[in-house]
């Protein structure tokens, strides 16, 4: 027994001592001393963390060093270089790896240190993504800024960008990423984000930041206090909850100098309409006798964000957090109720300025062909960034259109003089809604052999090429538009179409005999062993479905009431079948739903049903849309899928998509033939709910359904 005991300990301690030893970066934190030498990095030493140069993350701008009579702390490693962009409008970090729809801290910090003898700090724009930060302006050369945002990731990376604005040369010293859970600060999500303001910790005498590793997110705690205050403090830990707070920072307070008086912080914006996002930390961390009692609210502006007393609990942490906005000058006031005996306390607190997401990122499309086309051509414009935001910080040459989804489409892209030689890359091909493309003085083989995918209702698209002088109107899938080529290019289409119908009869042919072959075999039902169970009878009830009990599948049950909550009371109504109609819906935490109910008129049985249900909570595959629940609620009996935002094949055959999505190619058609003739997975539906799987004809365990 004791020797399991050892080992259990040895075990527990090998554990400790890894989680302790992680390396940060595995986190994926991502730290950047910017200036430094291109290949080489260093640990820092009052963080322990390893910081590397930036040449990985953007290929712009110069190195400098800060002056010796400049230089910091050596704690300040990071401020002791820049790197600076006196070319180019715009320049942009791009950090990667990240989550697309995570959440994130991003600090960007700026030491001027006069490196360029001017002793005039310069003053820029600074964008997260493609929406304005904030502007740079350090009022004196020895002061530094180290600004942070809270914010959503719109992509799989992160692009922190410096914008030229006509008063001095864009600079940065560090620029750091840190992933945050998504329980924390709420209030940044998809349609806006946190900017900090103020971050302060309250009585301490560390004339340091406090941050990593103490502060496991690496947040910036600035020690702060005022003559009118006593500071306070304690050394039992306090593990801060919800915000997360350091206990460090929890451990030190400030009370009023007088048990009468308040706390008071105040602070002022330019700007009356500036949202604020205000967080107060609380912790007890006195022990207050019974005969005592510390009772204070909360006042912000003179009103009441919180109409109770702030609760306090010996070394429990609280918080009280609230926005406002509507006046320049604001003030935070902590006062005694009553009955108090003991002054208010106050153990640190956090300013925010709430910042709206107004544009979203180039489409990923877009984005991903004009890269390539940049990389492939070594093209050298100042391309980085988003090529089409800010609006007047677009790449040079592309003209871009923000489309009914507010996502910007490259419509022209003119790399005229560009001098450009060799094979036109088919990532031409992948721009869309390219409508003009200029290439005068360019050499591209090949150049009137890209088709622009762009698919209007006449299904042709307009582009300019190299050795052409006027807008050619190419066919939809033809290779060429002049009219020399018109015979081939019907040839062509003609024997696709001759193709994708011999290849669909063949799939007829085969799907035939293999249904003829299973209904040789003696019938099952799923979720039963006896198929004299089968109940095909749309009046009958189940147990289950009468009582509404859950059934023995993996799947989320619903009730009817949580089905009108979702669907709004079943308000958008996007198709419906022979099981009945379908409804758009939202889940509660923001997921597209797809509500299938069945009517009244189906044909489909309760003992169906309860079929399709078992047999979807069995079946995934890439191209079958999931079902993420079902109700089986009495009476009502409906099934939850994941929302198709683009359509059904049969919309998507005709091009008339509501959500606005191109028709399927000839080769994307082809390609579906081929693969339901080969027997190959693909998952569409022409019967039923269209778009929906239809378990009526779907065969146990066969590659193709319901084509």
């Known amino acids: 027994m004791h020797l399991w005991c050892s080992y259990l300990l040895i075990l527990l ?30 640990v820092d030493s009052f963080t322990g963390l390893t910081y590397v140069s930036d040449d990985q993350y953007i290929d712009t701008g110069l190195n400098d060093n800060i002056p010796s009579q400049y230089t910091v702390k050596k704690e300040y490693r ?39 003898g001017l002793e005039k700090s310069p003053s820029f724009d600074l964008y997260f ?14 002061y530094f800024y180290a600004p942070e945002i809270i914010a959503i990731a719109p ?51 560390n004339s340091l930041v406090l941050r990593y590793p103490y502060d496991e997110h690496d947040r910036l705690w600035y020690s702060y206090t005022e003559s009118s205050w006593n500071a306070i403090s304690t050394g039992f830990s306090i593990e801060g909850f919800t915000f997360e707070v350091p206990s460090l920072v929890l451990q030190t307070a400030v009370v009023p100098s007088t048990a009468n008086s308040s706390i008071d912080i105040t602070w002022s914006t330019s700007n009356k309409s ?9 912790a007890e961390i006195q022990i207050v006798q019974n005969t005592s009692l510390r009772e204070f609210y909360v006042y912000a502006n003179g009103e009441q964000p919180l109409k109770d007393p702030v609760p306090l609990k010996y070394l429990t942490p609280g918080y009280v957090s609230y926005t406002i906005r509507g006046q320049k000058n604001h003030n935070v006031s902590l006062k005694n109720s009553a009955s108090a005996t003991l002054p208010p306390i106050l153990n640190a607190y956090e300013l925010y300025t709430i910042l709206p997401v107004t544009m979203l990122p180039t489409d990923a499309t877009d984005v991903s062909a004009i890269e390539s086309i940049k990389t492939k051509y070594s093209i050298r414009k100042y391309w980085n960034g988003d090529p089409c935001l800010p609006t007047n910080n677009s790449w040079t040459g592309v003209i871009c259109t923000i489309n009914s989804s507010r996502i910007p489409r490259i419509t022209v892209l003119n790399l005229s003089s560009s001098g450009l030689t060799g094979a036109m890359v088919s990532a031409f091909g992948y721009l869309t809604e390219l409508e003009k493309l200029y290439l005068s003085t360019c050499s591209l083989n ?29 066919s939809f899938n033809s290779p060429d538009g002049g009219s020399g080529h018109k015979k081939s290019s019907k040839a062509v289409i003609f024997i696709i179409v001759a193709v994708v119908i011999v290849l669909l009869i063949v799939g007829a042919v085969g ?62 109504k996007i198709g419906i079948g022979g099981f009945g109609e379908v409804f758009k819906g ?63 094949l049969q919309d998507r055959l005709k091009g008339i998509s509501a959500s606005n999505a191109q028709p399927l190619s000839w080769k994307q058609r082809l390609r579906i033939a081929y693969e339901s003739a080969q027997g190959t997975p693909v998952f569409t539906n022409v019967v039923g709910t269209l778009g929906y799987l239809d378990p009526q004809y779907v065969l146990p365990a066969s590659p193709v359904c319901s084509f």
Not at 19 to 42: A, K, L, M, R
Not at 587 to 598: C, F, M, S, T
Not at 609 to 617: C, H, P, R, T, Y
Request: glycine share 8%.
């Open 13 to 42: 301690l090998l554990v400790f001592v890894c989680v302790q030893g992680q390396n940060p970066s595995s986190n994926g934190f991502i730290n950047i001393d910017c200036g430094i030498t291109s290949n080489t990095s260093y």
């Open 78 to 116: 990071d401020l002791e270089t820049l790197r600076r962009f006196p070319n180019g409008t715009k320049n942009c970090y791009t950090l990667t790896p990240v989550t697309k729809g995570s959440k994130y801290l991003v600090r960007a910090t700026f030491y001027y240190g006069n490196y360029d």
């Open 129 to 142: 993504g493609v929406n304005f930060w904030f502007t740079v302006s350090l009022p004196r050369s020895d």
């Open 155 to 205: 992509a799989n990376y992160i692009q922190v960008c410096l914008v030229n604005t006509g008063l001095g040369t864009p600079f940065i010293s560090a620029l750091e990423l840190r992933p945050l859970n998504s329980t924390l600060y709420k209030l940044a999500n998809a349609t806006q984000s946190l900017n900090i303001f103020e971050r302060s910790d309250l009585g301490s005498n």
């Open 274 to 282: 500036t949202m604020f996002f205000v967080v107060l930390h609380f």
């Open 446 to 474: 090949g150049a009137t052999e890209i088709i622009s995918q762009k698919n209007k209702k006449e299904q042709t698209s307009s582009m300019y090429t190299h050795n052409l002088t006027k807008v050619l109107n190419f």
């Open 511 to 572: 799907l035939f005999f293999l249904c003829l072959k299973m209904k040789k075999k003696d019938p099952t039902t799923f979720g039963t062993g006896n198929s004299s169970d089968v109940v095909d009878d749309q009046n009958s009830t189940s147990e289950s479905g009468a009582g509404g009990k859950a059934l023995n599948f993996d799947k989320k049950q619903f009730s009817f009431s949580e089905l009108k909550l979702i669907t709004n009371d079943f308000r958008e």
């Open 586 to 648: 939202r889940l509660g935490e923001g997921n597209e739903v797809a509500v299938k109910v069945r009517s009244d008129s189906s044909s489909q049985g309760t003992q169906q049903f309860l079929n399709e249900v078992e047999m979807l909570s069995r079946v995934h595959h890439k191209n079958l849309v999931s079902l993420v629940g079902y109700c089986n609620d009495g009476n009502y009996i409906a099934l939850i899928y994941e929302y198709m935002q683009e359509g059904n």
